[in-house]
């Protein structure tokens, strides 16, 4: 008797499961990543805010290039760390200083 219930809950989460897969499996293609380490793509529509794809702009322009990986990573920590606008660049542009002089 309890290796029959047994197998019925079994079987009742295995089916579940596959339910919850197949609802979920949609949703998952619509969001999928292909590159996340593609900063090109990252930039618009990922959450960013208006005023600080407009920062980014202007450090390209000051610096006359692309940020390189570890200038990126300083951008992307002070996004997250919730700076836009000009205090995001004038906090990125101390870090880089910053670290040209150590």
Same mark, same amino acid.
């Given at each position: 008797?309890e290796?029959?219930?047994?197998? &019925?809950?079994?079987?009742?989460?295995?089916?579940?499961?596959? &339910?919850?897969?197949?609802?979920?499996?949609?949703?998952?293609?619509k969001?999928?990543?292909?590159? @996340?380490?593609v900063?090109?793509?990252?930039?618009?529509?990922? /959450?960013?805010?208006?005023?600080?794809?407009?920062?980014?702009?202007?450090?390209i322009? &000051?610096? /006359?290039?692309? @940020?390189?990986?570890?200038?990126?990573?300083?951008?992307?920590?002070?996004?997250?760390?919730?700076?836009? /606008?000009?205090?995001l660049?004038? =906090?990125?542009?101390?870090k880089?200083? =910053?670290?040209?002089?150590?």
């Amino acid at each position: 008797m309890e290796l029959t219930i047994g197998i &019925i809950i079994a079987i009742f989460f295995v089916v579940l499961t596959v &339910i919850m897969f197949a609802l979920g499996y949609g949703e998952a293609l619509k969001t999928k990543v292909e590159d @996340p380490f593609v900063y090109e793509n990252f930039l618009i529509g990922e /959450g960013w805010e208006k005023d600080t794809f407009v920062e980014y702009e202007k450090i390209i322009d &000051i610096l /006359g290039r692309e @940020p390189s990986d570890d200038e990126m990573k300083i951008f992307l920590s002070l996004v997250e760390e919730g700076y836009h /606008g000009e205090v995001l660049l004038k =906090k990125f542009l101390e870090k880089i200083n =910053k670290n040209k002089h150590h």
